[in-house]
Nanobody, 114 residues
Framework: QVHVVESGGGLVQPGGSLRLSCAAS????????MGWYRQAPGKQRELVAS???????TYADSVKGRFTISRDNAKNTVYLQMNSLKPEDTAVYYC????????WGQGTQVTVSS
């Protein structure tokens, strides 16, 4: 059973924008935090941004001022608006859901290149 589904990745030029979406299954109850992580080739997975059920957000320093995370609790969905994208933002982006256990999505590729 697929619990978390990401969408919205793709190829974009430097300076462009993308919006990622992550929908968590209705079978997941008591969701606390939802967030986005990314992993570039040869690097460890790192936090990009997260948001709690109460709306408290956390961002990596590298994306502050460029990325915005938001959440629709009624739809169990979290979004990541990415603006002013840079080549170093290229990675596979993973959605993480914190409930009674952790859930990870399968990832969506974001490539920033001219």
């Amino acid at each position: 059973q697929v619990h978390v589904v990401e969408s919205g990745g793709g190829l974009v030029q430097p300076g462009g924008s993308l919006r990622l979406s992550c929908a968590a299954s209705r079978s997941i109850f008591s969701i606390n935090a939802m967030g986005w992580y990314r992993q570039a080739p040869g690097k460890q997975r790192e936090l990009v941004a997260s948001i709690t059920s109460g709306g408290t957000t956390t961002y990596a320093d590298s994306v502050k001022g460029r990325f915005t995370i938001s959440r629709d609790n009624a739809k169990n969905t979290v979004y990541l608006q990415m603006n002013s994208l840079k080549p170093e933002d290229t990675a596979v982006y993973y959605c993480r859901v914190v409930a009674t256990r952790l859930y990870w999505g399968q990832g969506t590729q974001v490539t920033v290149s001219s």
